[in-house]
T-cell receptor
């Protein structure tokens, strides 16, 4: 079974600084997808960024970027120019490509990010 | 565009009571899911559906039942609630084309006393 590990239960960053959240996963599959979701205090799960395993180029969405290391099974999230609104729980998630269109996701336990003014 | 709507948002149940959580999506998505979120555990898949009239078990299905009679609705039932089912429940839906990620509802906080 696939597993996703987020080794940092909590992280903090100063406003305008950069922070990196770690995620590792275990799978025997060669084709899969990886996601980062943000959960602010409102509880809403918001998709931040996604990466397709067959693409070597790291995904980027504005201030959010990933460092995808397929051989190391590592998928870290970098937040640049951190803002107070970035404070949230961040979840790393994995999905097998072979399960077709369904989005059955395996989640990590999350990292709580605090942004200090 | 409401997206994914869950009803109710909060509920307190006594042990042994039953209840149904309703999830509705207005995006014409084929796939729908129920997850539970517990402190320190992340989200875990309870049941899912790949289309109207279909359901399948996820990682933690025991104690729950689901139905997908209409494409836009996915119901999660607890027949006899237990304190171990105290959790935050999330419904999600997805289009089923590629890996675009799922869209989530706002969650239902359920407490079983």
């Amino acid at each position: 079974a696939q597993t996703v590990t987020q080794s940092q239960p909590e992280m903090s960053v100063q406003e305008a600084e950069t922070v990196t959240l770690s995620c590792t996963y275990d799978t025997s599959e060669s084709d899969y997808y990886l996601f980062w979701y943000k959960q602010p205090p409102s509880r809403q799960m918001i998709l931040v960024i996604r990466q397709e395993a067959y693409k070597q180029q790291n995904a980027t969405e504005n201030r959010f970027s990933v460092n995808f290391q397929k051989a190391a099974k590592s998928f870290s999230l970098k937040i640049s120019d951190s803002q107070l609104g970035d404070a949230a729980m961040y979840f790393c998630a994995y999905k097998r490509a072979s399960q077709g269109g369904s989005e059955k996701l395996v989640f990590g336990k999350g990292t709580k990010l605090t942004v200090n003014p | 565009n409401a997206g994914v709507t869950q009803t109710p948002k909060f509920r307190v149940l006594k042990t042994g009571q039953s209840m149904t959580l309703l999830c509705a999506q207005d995006m014409n998505h084929e796939y729908m899911y129920w997850y539970r979120q517990d402190p320190g555990m992340g989200l875990r898949l309870i049941h899912y559906s790949v289309g109207e009239g279909t359901t399948a078990k996820g990682e933690v299905p025991d104690g729950y039942n689901v139905s997908r009679l209409k494409k836009q609705n996915f119901l999660l039932g607890l027949e006899s609630a237990a304190p171990s089912q105290t959790s935050v429940y999330f419904c999600a839906s997805s289009l089923g084309q590629g890996a675009r990620g799922a869209f989530f509802g706002q969650g239902t906080r359920l407490t079983v006393v």
